[in-house]
Structure formats: C-alpha cells, structure tokens
C-alpha cells in the first residue's frame, strides 16, 4: 500500500512529466531609438534586467556567430557601435559611412554591409581592419539590408525610389535594380539562397524574388487580407528551415505568419502600437515584436499563438535580435 506522502511525490514526478519543457534560456536586444540604449530582456523571465548605453539613434542591430558580440547602428553617431555581451558594454566602434540604418553581416562574420540612409550608399566594413571597403551609390533612403548565404550578393533596398538593388558583394557593383513595392523596407534570403523576400512599408506586401533570374515571382498583399485599416509591412524574420517568415506589420499593430512555400498567410498575432523590428527566440518557440509608439515588447508564444508578456521599456522600440 503506498502511503499520502508517496502518492504525492508519484503525482508531483507525473504533472512534472506532463508539463511542457521551458523555454531555452536566452536574451533580447531591442533597439530604442529615442532613449539610445539597447534594452536587455531576459527570454525565461520576460523581465526587463538592463539597459545598455549605444550612439545616438540606435536602430539596426545583428549578433555574432558565437553569440558574444552585438553590432548597433547609431545613426547619429555616423557608427557602428561594438557591445561585449557578457559585460554589456560599448568597447569599439566601426566606421559605417553617414547615417547607418540596417545592416547586415556577412555569412563569415567578417564583414559588415550598411545602408547609408542620407547619403543614398550601400557600404561595406571590414571588420577585423575597422575600415570601408567599397561604398556603392543607389536609391534614395536606402533601409533594408540582406546577404545571400553563399556570401556572393548583398540586396539593398530603397524607399524613396522603390527599388531592391542587387550588389555584387566582392567588389560592389551594382548589378540590376528592381521596382517593387511603395517604400521597401526590410529584406531575408531563404537559407538555401534561392528566395528573397522584401517587405514595402506603404503598398502592405512582401515581395517573392527568384535570386538566379532577379524576377518577382510572387506577392503576398496584407491589404487583401485586412486585420487593420493602417496595416504596413516592415520588419522580417524567417525561421532556419525557411519554412515560415514572421512580418511587423507597422501601424496594423499585428504580426503576420507566412507559410513560405505557398505564400500562404497562416495567422495574425495582435501586438502593441507600430511594430517595427521583429526576432525569433534561438530556439524559435518565441517571436519578439517592438512596438515603437507603445514604447513596449511584445512577447508572443507560437506553439499557442498567444502574447506570454507585454514588456514595458519606454522610449521608441525599433529593432530586435536574441541570443543565447
């Protein structure tokens, strides 16, 4: 006969094994381009645990291969701003041209390719030698900055011209530009590097590219499938597999789902006021939204498709990252 206090430990070990497993332990960057500090979340807790110091008008953000350092565009600051993550401090600076806005960093993490927003230039750092490689001219207000994985083209696009721009990485040149929709503002290479996808602020799309030919072969229109009156589409972020890509959709104060292989929008997650960045937790059971008018981060669990927290951070949230 097994005793009360058995029976409770055998309960506790089968709600133990019934529980679902815990978020992996992880970080969130969030940009705050008014307060000029990088906020700090911690991923277990959804606790705001820091804030970190950066150049003025912090906006575009990418981490390391090993996870150690984070790379800020300060853009008032005219650099990039190098941030020991362990110490959570600024401890170098990298040229980046005038008004750097996103970046992205190359596959072998030696690099650094920037949008130059007020001189209309895309350029790209080396970083090992802190210097500007090449800088290379193309529509005006550039943004949205992407690196195929086989590290041979850098996409830039440019919101005033509408154009997604096609750079040959080793030397810079400009290859072909393409029209696309109103106001273009981020871009993602599918991990096998044969799909680009760019979101266009004011037209509410996100246009499908064939890398190898430069053709859009394929638009998903939010304004087709409205949630919002106001809904936008700006920041991207596409899961390792490929298989889904998570857009900010501006204004629409929503996240949208898409099933890449179709085009196919799956579900909305509603967020706070003007969702600008968006970022996948390192395991991908979490998705982070900065709401840059709410002054907050959403929080939002894509097993359930709820928002677990609404983290308070004040300022102008703009972009996200994680790391482990």
């Given at each position: 006969m097994i005793g009360k206090g058995a029976w409770a430990v055998v309960l506790v070990a089968a709600l133990a094994g019934c529980a679902q497993p815990q978020v992996a332990r992880h970080m969130a960057y969030v940009s705050d381009e008014q307060g000029n500090v990088v906020h700090v979340i911690d991923g277990t807790s959804d606790r705001l645990v820091g804030d970190i110091p950066v150049g003025g008008r912090p906006r575009g953000m990418a981490v390391s291969a090993d996870g150690r350092t984070l790379y800020v565009a300060a853009g008032n600051a005219n650099r990039i701003d190098v941030v020991d993550l362990a110490s959570r401090r600024v401890v170098d600076h990298l040229p980046s041209g005038p008004d750097p806005e996103r970046f992205a960093l190359s596959p072998d993490g030696s690099a650094l390719y920037v949008a130059n927003e007020n001189d209309s230039?895309?350029?790209k750092i080396d970083i090992g030698a802190k210097r500007i490689v090449w800088q290379t001219s193309v529509g005006p207000e550039p943004e949205g900055m992407a690196v195929s994985p086989d590290g041979r083209w850098v996409i830039c696009t440019s919101e005033s011209a509408s154009l997604v721009h096609f750079i040959r990485a080793a030397d810079g040149r400009l290859v072909q530009s393409v029209l696309v929709g109103t106001r273009p503002r981020d871009a993602r290479f599918s991990p096998d590097g044969r799909r680009l996808w760019?979101?266009?602020e004011a037209r509410a799309t996100v246009a499908v590219f064939d890398t190898a030919t430069r053709?859009?072969?394929?638009t998903v229109d939010f304004e087709d499938?409205?949630?919002?009156?106001d809904?936008?589409?700006?920041g991207l972020a596409m899961?390792?597999?490929?298989?889904?890509?998570y857009v900010g959709l501006g204004r629409g104060d929503h996240v949208a789902e898409i099933d890449t292989a179709s085009g196919r929008i799956l579900r909305y997650f509603r967020v706070g006021h003007r969702t600008w960045g968006v970022a996948l937790s390192p395991d991908e059971r979490r998705l982070y939204a900065a709401n840059g008018l709410s002054g907050d981060v959403s929080v939002i669990?894509?097993?359930?498709?709820?928002?677990?927290?609404?983290v308070k951070v004040g300022g102008r949230p703009w972009g996200a990252v994680t790391a482990p």
């Open positions: 230039k895309a350029s760019v979101s266009s053709r859009m072969i394929r499938d409205p949630i919002s009156p809904v936008q589409a700006v899961t390792r597999k490929g298989d889904r890509l669990d894509l097993k359930s498709g709820r928002t677990v927290a609404t």
